[in-house]
């Protein structure tokens, strides 16, 4: 499922809520903590995680490169490393080819 835009407004989401903006489980979401070092969640007193928007959009990035370019864990590991700037350029770049692909098919639908 892919990326529902959401506002993001607050300062910091629980994990419950980042997992739905990405249509994931919550235990998916600690897995890519445990195997991507880019992406650090606060934590609080409880331990629980507290992620910021930066943090959401690093994991848009993981998102996108796992669930629809189908890279492995590994090589998105090493893309992220290598070139994270052009990465999230990129990714950020498609997004909006979609939007605007999904409005001019939705336009198309009402001609």
Do not use: C
């Not at 997992?19 to 992406?39: D, K, P, Q």
């Not at 409880?46 to 090589?75: A, C, M, V, W």
């Amino acid at each position: 499922m892919p990326y529902k835009e959401k506002n993001i407004e607050k300062q910091y989401y629980t994990i419950g809520e980042v997992a739905s903006m990405f249509g994931v489980a919550a235990s998916l979401i600690r897995f890519w903590e445990t195997e991507f070092e880019e992406l650090k969640p606060k934590k609080n007193k409880k331990g629980n995680r507290l992620f910021t928007p930066s943090d959401i959009e690093t994991l848009r990035t993981i998102h996108h490169l796992l669930k629809d370019r189908g890279y492995t864990i590994q090589g998105a590991r090493e893309l992220l490393k290598n070139k994270s700037v052009q990465t999230k350029e990129k990714v950020e770049m498609i997004q909006s080819l979609e939007k605007v692909r999904a409005f001019l098919v939705e336009m198309k639908k009402q001609l």
